[in-house]
């Protein structure tokens, strides 16, 4: 059983697009993330929501928006795509105050 | 910025004991030490996490010194599966709390 998914595993798409990635946990964690990791591997958190509340945003854009329409979902919403936008994307989810995080697959996102 | 320092990184010979050091001088009282690993292309890992007494799961053991300023990862059969970066975290359990990633140590075992 996959304790988190992401939907899709790879995403390339050209400048100026809207896009999607998914992230389910079946963990019955209450705190989710998501995490960016760069070409150079650098893996910085964007978000955190607890419960559906956003916890943690760090500073990321606001052409990504981050959704949670339950506690085992958190979807994030990019627009404007741009060159640099270009990264591995990972979801992550915890018990609140747990250092423990799970981790999904990732997300290989390609911006043209 | 990450508040760990690991060497960038080590060899280890397969079946032997991979010990994998980290410096977090500044940690303070209530912050338990993480370590996670990340295998080539897959999401993170996480290891095993200490307060101040040393851990042991069936991954890994982990030692933290009495000053709590250092410690060490050990993985006491390492296989060609161990291979990954290892990253060495401290951080408080709260819910506003997050985990910030350094370079961490990137483990080569040798067969």
């Known amino acids: 059983d996959t304790a988190v998914s992401q939907t899709p595993k790879y995403l390339v798409t050209q400048m100026g697009n809207d896009k999607s990635i998914k992230c389910e946990q079946n963990?019955?964690?209450?705190?989710m993330y998501w995490y960016k990791q760069d070409s150079k591997k650098f893996l910085k958190i964007m978000f955190s929501?607890?419960?559906?509340?956003?916890?943690i945003n760090e500073t990321v854009p606001n052409r990504f928006s981050p959704k949670s329409p339950d506690k085992a979902h958190l979807n994030l919403h990019i627009n404007s795509l741009e060159l640099g936008d270009s990264a591995v994307y990972f979801c992550?989810?915890?018990?609140?105050?747990?250092?423990?995080?799970?981790f999904g697959p990732g997300t290989r996102l390609t911006v043209l | 910025d990450a508040k760990t320092t690991q060497p960038p990184s080590m060899d280890c010979a397969e079946g032997r004991a991979a010990n994998l050091p980290c410096n977090h001088s500044?940690?303070?009282?209530?912050?338990?030490v993480y370590w996670y690993r990340q295998i080539h292309s897959q999401g993170p890992q996480y290891i095993i996490h200490?307060?101040?007494n040393n851990e042991t799961n069936e991954m890994a053991s982990l030692i933290i010194t009495e000053d709590r300023k250092s410690s060490t990862l050990i993985l006491p059969h390492a296989t060609l599966r161990d291979t990954a970066v290892y990253y060495c975290?401290?951080?408080?359990?709260?819910?506003?709390?997050?985990?910030?990633f350094g370079k961490g140590t990137r483990l080569h075992i040798l067969p």
């Open positions: 992550a989810s915890s018990q609140v105050g747990a250092g423990e995080q799970f």
């Open positions: 963990l019955g964690h209450d705190t």
């Open positions: 929501y607890n419960n559906k509340e956003l916890i």
């Open positions: 500044t940690i303070s009282g209530n912050e338990y």
């Open positions: 200490g307060l101040k």
């Open positions: 975290i401290v951080s408080h359990r709260g819910r506003d709390d997050k985990i910030i």
